[in-house]
């Protein structure tokens, strides 16, 4: 089975510092999907980022990028320019590509802090 | 879009109760998923269906829980009887599944206490 480890369970940034998120993930599975989910104060929990196995490319969105080593089956999340509306649970999470409807596996999260 | 509406929002209820959790996922997705959300044990799967029928009920924790899918816009999880362990988060998600995984719409959820 699919595990994903997130060692960070707190993390402090200054605002408009950058702060990296850690994430480990471990499959036997050569083609798969990672992602970054947001879950603020409101609880409801939204995509962040998304990063295809197969593709080299960081994936990038705005202020927030991630960086995948395949071969050490990691997956940062790095936040520029820290905002105050960044303070939020984030979740690592992963899945297979074989089945397009098959359940996200989700790290146990990192909170994530901006300190003013 | 309305998004994923997830209800009651709250529920406290005692030891042996029923409890009933409603969905109504984001019209035209075809996945919809339960999760459970704890601090123990963060966010576990719990069930998934496609296309209204149940594909992975492997994360149902006993037999105390059920889910439904009767149409594709209303779905139930339900436990029966309720114990204090059960109380969590409760969310519900659906997506377009295909080729977009992994790529959930989440509702609120729904915060479970039982006393």
């Known amino acids: 089975a699919q595990t994903v480890t997130q060692s960070q369970p707190e993390m402090s940034v200054q605002e408009a510092e950058t702060v990296t998120l850690s994430c480990t993930y471990d499959?036997?599975?050569?083609?798969?999907?990672l992602f970054w989910y947001k879950q603020p104060p409101s609880r409801q929990m939204i995509l962040v980022i998304r990063?295809?196995?197969?593709?080299?490319q960081n994936a990038t969105e705005n202020r927030f990028s991630v960086n995948f080593q395949k071969a050490a089956k990691s997956f940062s999340l790095k936040i520029s320019d820290s905002q105050l509306g960044d303070a939020a649970m984030y979740f690592c999470?992963?899945?297979?590509?074989?089945?397009?409807?098959?359940?996200?596996?989700f790290g146990k999260g990192t909170h994530l802090i901006i300190q003013p | 879009d309305a998004g994923v509406i997830q209800s009651p929002r709250h529920e406290v209820t005692e030891m042996g109760q029923e409890v009933t959790l409603r969905c109504k996922p984001i019209?035209?997705?075809?996945?919809l998923f339960w999760y459970r959300q704890t601090m123990m044990r963060g966010l576990e799967l719990l069930i998934y269906?496609?296309?209204?029928?149940?594909?992975?009920d492997s994360g149902m924790p006993e037999d105390r829980f059920s889910a439904k899918m009767p149409n594709a816009s209303f779905s139930t999880l339900k436990i029966q009887p309720s114990e204090p362990r059960d109380s969590a988060v409760y969310f519900c998600?659906?997506?377009?599944?295909?080729?977009?995984?992994?790529?959930?719409?989440f509702g609120e959820g729904s915060r479970l206490t039982v006393l």
């Open positions: 990063q295809e196995a197969y593709k080299q």
């Open positions: 499959t036997s599975e050569s083609d798969y999907y």
């Open positions: 998600a659906s997506s377009f599944g295909g080729n977009r995984p992994g790529e959930l719409f």
């Open positions: 269906f496609n296309n209204n029928v149940p594909i992975d």
């Open positions: 999470a992963y899945v297979d590509s074989g089945g397009g409807a098959d359940g996200l596996t």
């Open positions: 019209s035209g997705h075809n996945s």
